[in-house]
């Protein structure tokens, strides 16, 4: 299903290519969306990730232009049209969408000055705002195709860096690496451990009868972008206590050490972030020896820890994780995944219980939150660059 589902992307978007600017296509690529298994709001704190790339991504058909016009039409945002010059960039307030595209090509001009204009179609199906990484899958789609159309030298890690800068520097929201590197770098059947101070990483295999089994809550999410910054804030305040470059240098002994001098609700922040790198490591450890039983148990740790230390699930989020958990027990494990207030929770689900999750998210989550619940199927991808 997630290859052939790939293909039909990659065919949609060169059919509308055609219609859009009447001739053919140079070239179709795609970038994956992601899940994280465990290790969220560590990246930014030069921690480590435990994601995976997953079969709902962006495709992006395009062709080179010899000016400096990018014209771009976005089939899943209302088929909108926008059209900019290279040599001019400016924030769009309306289609904000079109930001992506111009803050990565921003970024991109400036160790790619070379590269000219393009005509591209964009078509996606990772659903938008639910924490599976449509805009890295996005700037990652981008970046590869200009590094086709143009043959620029850019290999994964400095796409996952420029398509980084284009969200701090463009849109504003200051996230991490681990969403760009994991669409460009992931692994077909692996989870990455990606070790966000030096970027370097490893990738372990899913076992087979395993699927990654996701939730989305549904749960409309306002001001994320300044939850999320007001969090990274708050993370970098306890580092600069410690006189440190970031949480990834602090012990929980120091921590705890220093408990009485750091105000509540920041030391609860940094607890999470101590507390949560041991949690990817382990989880990394565990998943190479098929150890099911702490799989489960740091997964449900770490949304303990996202929920009462970080403070960024919610009602719905905890309460999925619950029902799920009722399933599993310590033969699966579940979590919330990505930023959250709101989005997605990620279950590692053995095929023989497969049925009977969806049964109880299906039965339960709507009675209870008034909302509808979307489940995805989904098998660890190949990123765009690996
Ligand atoms: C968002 C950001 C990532 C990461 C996660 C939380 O997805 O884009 O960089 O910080 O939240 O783990």
Redesign the pocket.
Known sequence: MPESQNIEQKELALQLFEQQFKRSAELVCHAPGRV?LI??????NDGF?LPAAINYGTTIAVSAREDNVVKVYAHDCEQQTNEFSLTEIVFDQQMMWSNYVKGTLQALMKKHPEIKGANLVVTGNVPQGA?L?S??SFEIAILKAFTQLYQLDLDGVNAALIG?QA?NDFVG?N??????LISAMGQQGHAMLLDCKDLSFEDAPIPDDLMLFIVNSNVKRGLVDSA?NLR?QQCEAVAKYFGVSALREVTMAQLNAAEDKIEPELFKRARHVVSENTRAVNTLKALKANDMATISAEMKASHVSLRDDFE?TTKEMDGLVEMIDSVLGTKGGVRM????FGGCVVALVPTALVEQVKDVVNSNYEKEFGLKPSIYLCNASQGAFR
């Open positions: 994280n290790g969220d709001h560590t990246d930014y990730v924490g990484s805009s890295a980084q969200e929201c996230c991490g690496i681990m969403d760009q999320y990274r960024v995944t990505g930023g959250g």
